[in-house]
C-alpha cells in the first residue's frame, strides 16, 4: 500500500491566507508608516539594514500569498495539482535574515521579522511534504497512528 502526498484543506489554506494578509499589512504598516522614527533614529549602516530586512519581509509574504493563491485555485478546480505542482508555481526561494542585523533593530521590526519567517517556514514545509513522492505504507505505522489518535 502507498500513502498519498500531503493534501490541504480549504480552511487550513484560508486561515494561512488570512494570516499572511493580516502580516502584509502590519509590515506595510510599520515599514512604511509607523516605524519611519524607530528607523531615522538608528545609525547609518543599521537604517540600511532596516531597509533591507523590509524587503525581505515583503517578499516572503508575497511567495507565500502566491503560493496559497495557487492552492485556492486547485481547490476551487481553477488549474490542476500538476499544474500547481509546476517549478514557476511552487514556494519561491525567500532569503532568510540576518541575526545579526534582526538585533539592531527596533523591537517591533523584529516581531514582524520573526513572525513572517515562522509563517514562510510553515509553508515551505508543507510545499516540500506535497512535492515528496508517496512513501510505502506501513502496516504497523497505520496502527500506531490509530492508537495515538485514540489517545
Same mark, same amino acid.
Given at each position: 500500500?502507498? +500513502?498519498?502526498?500531503?493534501?490541504?484543506? !480549504?480552511?487550513?489554506?484560508?486561515?494561512?491566507?488570512?494570516?499572511?494578509?493580516?502580516?502584509?499589512?502590519?509590515?506595510? =504598516?510599520?515599514?512604511?508608516?509607523?516605524?519611519?522614527?524607530? !528607523?531615522?533614529?538608528?545609525?547609518?549602516?543599521?537604517?540600511?539594514? %532596516?531597509?533591507?530586512?523590509?524587503?525581505?519581509?515583503? #517578499?516572503?509574504?508575497?511567495?507565500? $500569498?502566491?503560493?496559497?493563491? #495557487?492552492?485556492?485555485?486547485?481547490? &476551487?478546480?481553477? $488549474? =490542476?495539482?500538476?499544474?500547481?505542482?509546476? @517549478?514557476?508555481?511552487?514556494?519561491?526561494?525567500?532569503?532568510?535574515?540576518?541575526?545579526?542585523?534582526?538585533?539592531?533593530?527596533?523591537? +517591533? *521590526?523584529?516581531? $514582524? $521579522?520573526?513572525? #513572517?519567517?515562522?509563517?514562510?517556514? !510553515?509553508?515551505?514545509?508543507?510545499?516540500?511534504?506535497?512535492? !515528496?513522492?508517496?512513501? @510505502? %505504507? =506501513?502496516? &504497523?505505522?497505520?496502527?500506531?497512528?490509530?492508537?495515538?489518535? *485514540? %489517545?
Amino acid at each position: 500500500m502507498i +500513502t498519498a502526498p500531503l493534501v490541504l484543506n !480549504r480552511k487550513l489554506v484560508d486561515a494561512l491566507y488570512v494570516e499572511a494578509m493580516l502580516l502584509a499589512d502590519e509590515a506595510r =504598516s510599520y515599514f512604511d508608516l509607523n516605524g519611519r522614527e524607530e !528607523r531615522d533614529a538608528l545609525p547609518p549602516l543599521h537604517r540600511v539594514g %532596516f531597509s533591507c530586512e523590509s524587503l525581505r519581509v515583503t #517578499t516572503r509574504l508575497m511567495h507565500v $500569498i502566491a503560493w496559497l493563491l #495557487t492552492r485556492r485555485a486547485v481547490d &476551487a478546480g481553477e $488549474i =490542476s495539482e500538476a499544474q500547481a505542482s509546476a @517549478p514557476e508555481r511552487r514556494l519561491g526561494r525567500a532569503q532568510g535574515h540576518d541575526p545579526e542585523t534582526v538585533a539592531a533593530l527596533p523591537e +517591533t *521590526a523584529r516581531q $514582524i $521579522i520573526a513572525a #513572517t519567517s515562522d509563517l514562510y517556514a !510553515r509553508v515551505a514545509r508543507m510545499d516540500r511534504d506535497m512535492a !515528496r513522492p508517496p512513501v @510505502p %505504507f =506501513s502496516p &504497523a505505522q497505520g496502527l500506531m497512528q490509530l492508537l495515538q489518535a *485514540a %489517545f
